[in-house]
């Protein structure tokens, strides 16, 4: 939480659904758009458009990681790995 300084907004899922979670993003400058959990006496608001459309960024990593050397992190230097993970990404997203 402490990364996001800079951030407007800091989107999540249910799991991250906590006030004092909540306290600390808007302590920071930041929105959290993170939707409520089910089980919650009052409902929260949150940006629903924002949050619906953070399965593309989740769909985008997943993708990368059905590379071998992307997921299980083969690479002990940060550059190496890096360059590992650009390689997956021109492979998986070429036009």
């Known amino acids: 939480i402490d990364e996001a300084a800079g951030m407007k907004r800091l989107t999540a899922d249910e ?3 906590a006030n004092r979670l909540r306290a ?3 302590a920071q400058g930041a929105i959290p758009v993170i939707p409520g959990r089910r089980n919650r006496q009052r409902p929260i608001q949150y940006d629903e458009r924002r ?4 399965w593309r960024i989740e769909a985008r990593v997943r993708r990368l990681k059905d590379f071998r050397r992307v997921a ?3 690479d002990k230097r940060a550059r190496n ?3 590992a993970v ?3 990404a021109a492979v ?3 036009p």
């Open 15 to 17: 799991g991250y659904d």
């Open 24 to 26: 600390r993003i808007r």
């Open 51 to 54: 949050c619906k459309d953070r």
């Open 72 to 74: 299980t992190r083969y």
């Open 81 to 83: 790995f890096l360059s």
């Open 86 to 88: 650009h390689l997956a």
């Open 92 to 94: 998986a997203f070429w």
